[in-house]
């Protein structure tokens, strides 16, 4: 996990999650974000959490000072059958 703080207007540059790359959360804690995910435009306020599937080309940018948690998620391997694993 990550925490970052961000300046009004802000940008963090485009980014494009690597293929072998994690999915990743991230939760605002403070300010307003307006993420581009893909295609879709959205705002995130305090209290928000975003999930970003692996590969998801996105873009950041703080509207305001703001301050985010950034989780990155394990990558899950294939089981094949979908169903859970037993050892």
Do not use: N
């Given at each position: ?6 300046a009004a207007g802000t ?62 998620l394990p990558a899950t391997e294939p089981s ?8």
């Open positions: 996990m990550d925490k970052f703080w961000e940008k963090l540059a485009d980014r494009w999650a690597a293929v072998s790359g994690p999915a990743l959360v991230i939760q605002v804690v403070q300010g307003r974000l307006d993420l581009v995910l893909g295609d879709e435009k959205t705002e995130a306020v305090p209290g928000s959490s975003i999930h970003l599937p692996a590969r998801l080309p996105h873009t950041v940018r703080a509207t305001e000072p703001s301050v985010m948690l950034l989780t990155m094949g059958s979908g169903a859970p694993s037993t050892a």
